[in-house]
């Protein structure tokens, strides 16, 4: 059972981590820890003005689990839209908890983390990278509402004094 965790595929993506490090310059950060273990995923995005992710970093601190999710991650979030992650985010907790499918589209190389729904003490570690992306996401997203309405040269002024 324990192969099944740890599959060539897994430890393949845990090893070649894309988007690793920080964004010089993010529209919205989001970082979790796994309770259980002190897996931890810091994630760092830029929006275009639809909403889609043009620039992405993370920084994993975590087990293999947690490091081949953000693998899948970051081979597939660039041009991802708020509403694709927040599915992908919602598809691989059912997959995990409740025996769900798991992700479609752009994120269905998650899948490959489905024999983790048999281990609950790892579900958090898995999904460190993936919560740490929505709560950039709906930061970045949040941030970019409440500008909205701000004259440019406020929006200067304001970035200028932080």
Same mark, same amino acid.
């Given at each position: 059972?324990?192969?099944?965790?740890?599959? /060539?595929?897994? $430890?393949? $993506? &845990?090893?070649?981590?894309?988007? %690793?490090?920080?964004?010089?310059?993010?529209?919205? =950060?989001? #970082?979790?820890?796994?309770?259980?273990? +002190?897996?931890?995923?810091?994630?760092?995005?830029?929006?275009?003005?639809?909403?889609?992710?043009?620039?992405? %970093? *993370?920084?994993?601190?975590?087990? %293999?689990? +947690? *490091?081949?999710? @953000?693998?899948?991650?970051?081979? @597939?979030?660039? +041009?991802?839209? @708020?509403? #694709?992650?927040?599915?992908?985010?919602?598809? $691989?907790?059912?997959?995990?908890?409740?025996?769900? #499918?798991?992700?479609?589209?752009?994120? #269905?190389?998650?899948?490959?983390?489905?024999?983790? @729904?048999?281990?609950? *003490?790892?579900?958090?570690?898995? *999904?460190?990278?993936?919560?740490?992306?929505?709560? &950039?996401?709906?930061?970045?997203? /949040?941030?970019?509402?409440?500008?909205?309405?701000?004259?440019?040269?406020?929006? =200067?002024?304001? /970035? +200028?004094?932080?």
């Amino acid at each position: 059972m324990i192969d099944d965790l740890y599959s /060539a595929r897994i $430890l393949g $993506l &845990a090893a070649n981590l894309p988007h %690793a490090g920080r964004l010089a310059r993010a529209d919205g =950060t989001g #970082e979790r820890v796994a309770r259980l273990c +002190g897996s931890r995923a810091i994630v760092d995005v830029t929006l275009d003005d639809q909403g889609r992710i043009t620039d992405f %970093a *993370q920084d994993i601190k975590a087990c %293999a689990l +947690g *490091q081949a999710a @953000a693998g899948v991650i970051g081979e @597939a979030v660039i +041009g991802a839209t @708020a509403d #694709e992650i927040t599915t992908a985010a919602t598809a $691989l907790t059912d997959m995990l908890k409740a025996g769900g #499918e798991g992700p479609e589209g752009r994120f #269905e190389g998650l899948r490959v983390l489905k024999p983790v @729904a048999d281990y609950p *003490q790892r579900h958090a570690s898995t *999904q460190v990278a993936m919560g740490a992306l929505v709560d &950039a996401v709906d930061m970045a997203l /949040a941030t970019s509402l409440a500008t909205r309405d701000i004259p440019e040269a406020e929006r =200067t002024r304001r /970035a +200028g004094a932080a």
